[in-house]
């Protein structure tokens, strides 16, 4: 297990270290993609796209920082150190995604409790409601939490199997 | 009064409520960083 701990440093160490070592000309120069600022096409595009700050920001954003294909239009190049461009989406998605689905189910287990629980599911109960939103804004250390005291998961003896 | 806030708290005006606000965070959004896409966050715009 260390063995693998190690090689899996060493390459990852090698990547973080190799990847500044890459120079701009050559980071494109396995594809075919240009500098959105040198594509003819893009440039095309941007000249004519409508004079407004919705489109000139993303359009100078563009050409300063991104590879156009020959259609003129920015492409990804699946580069390492454009990996925190892909997981910062990806995480705020996940987050968000766990954040509904935790303050929903937390609303549900606290409707559970009160008096008429069928109601509140048609007139939402603000303050329950509120408790679970602040609880889905923590849904990671709770999921934990949860996991760790199987308050998550059920008992295997709750489990039903099918005959085999 | 006691009737317009149950009104007020049921499903459908909440859900509309929620839907509007979310809708207003992504317009502002796109208001503060226009085109904001993969590639361009750690980038200062020129």
Redesign the interface.
Known sequence: MRKVFSILLAGLLWISVASPAIAASEAYADTHLVPCASSPAFNERMQNAPDN??FN??????????LCGADGL?H?QLRFD?A???I??FGLFFYVAGFIGWSGRAYLIGSNRIAKPEEA??????VLAIKAFTQGLLWPLLAVKELTTSELTAPPSEVSVSPR | MKHLAKYLTSAPIMATAALVSLSVVLIELNHIFPGLQYGTYFRSLP
Not at chain 1, 121 to 126: R, V
């Open positions: 700050y919705y920001t993303p359009y100078q954003s563009y050409a300063a920082n991104l920015p990804l454009k925190l461009d892909v910062i989406p599911e048609i007139f939402i109960d603000i």
